[in-house]
């Protein structure tokens, strides 16, 4: 299976900004799409950004401008450089890639979450 580990959340001020990381370990073959979700207290989880095998991208309107999408291929890590936050940027962000390992002499799709990570933006 594929396993996702992300850092790089924490408290910051308005205005500030924060990196985070995602990195994807196990018998990977490929990897197509790689995203941030986010989810604020009381709200339904939402697409942040999106980057596919390619390096194109799309964003959330609510963070085009100051969130930045990004991915390492040979580190199998995607990133996300948030500026200019604010406090509505608050919640957990989760990453999401999908794309195919390889298990037991065969090559099978996956898609994994990772565990998420706090994002808070406060003075």
């Known amino acids: 299976q594929v396993q996702l580990v992300e850092s790089g959340g924490g408290l910051v001020q308005p205005g500030g900004s924060l990196r985070l990381s995602c990195a994807a370990s196990g018998s990977i073959f490929s990897i197509n799409n790689m995203a941030w979700y986010r989810q604020a207290p009381g709200k339904q989880r939402e697409l942040a950004a999106h980057i596919n095998r390619d390096g194109g991208t799309n964003y959330a309107d609510s963070v085009k401008g100051r969130f930045t999408i990004s991915r390492d291929n040979a580190k199998a890590t995607v990133y996300l450089q948030m500026n200019s936050l604010k406090p509505e940027d608050t919640g957990v962000y989760y990453c999401?890639?999908?794309?195919?390992?390889?298990?037991?002499?065969?090559?099978?799709?996956?898609?994994?979450w990772g565990q998420g990570t706090q994002v808070t933006v406060s003075s």
């Open positions: 999401n890639v999908d794309g195919q390992f390889y298990s037991g002499g065969y090559y099978k799709s996956f898609g994994s």
